[in-house]
């Protein structure tokens, strides 16, 4: 979905009717570009591989307006719904919406999904 490529990050946060088994991750900021979301994963195993500085740019996949992104243990889980121009997940009561920024708009934080020349999530050890 090439309208959604871009920079997002979280702009708003608001109380939501979720179901009680639903929760929101610590993704703040992520980019999507090309069929890969670059976002900061909390913890890795550093047994198959760990990157720098967290970040990871990863393969992605839509199912109708839910993006998906795939952890380098292989499993899929949805990152955020692309709705009304932006993204939007919920959880934990309340439902977050990022918008789309320029780079030099992403906080300090999170600027490691700028990283040029961050190399795809190599995913070929699964096969084995």
């Given at each position: 979905m090439?309208?959604?490529?871009?920079?997002?990050?979280?702009?708003?946060e608001v109380a939501a009717e979720v179901p009680a088994d639903q929760h929101?991750?610590?993704?703040?900021?992520?980019?999507?570009?090309?069929?890969?979301?670059?976002?900061?994963?909390?913890?890795?195993?550093?047994?198959?591989?760990?990157s720098d500085d967290s970040f990871y740019k990863l393969s992605a996949k839509w199912e109708g307006n839910v993006l998906y992104f795939r952890f380098p243990?292989?499993?899929?889980?949805?990152?955020?719904?692309?709705?009304n121009?932006?993204?939007e997940t919920y959880g934990d009561g309340m439902r977050?919406?990022?918008?789309?920024?320029?780079?030099?708009?992403i906080v300090d934080f999170n600027k490691g999904i700028l990283k040029p020349d961050r190399a795809l999530f190599d995913y070929s050890w699964l096969d084995k």
């Open positions: 090439k309208i959604a490529e871009g920079i997002w990050q979280q702009s708003k929101l991750s610590n993704t703040t900021a992520f980019q999507y570009q090309d069929g890969c979301v670059t976002m900061y994963l909390l913890s890795i195993s550093k047994f198959r591989y760990a243990n292989g499993a899929w889980d949805a990152l955020a719904t692309f709705t121009g932006h993204f977050r919406e990022y918008e789309k920024v320029a780079p030099e708009q």
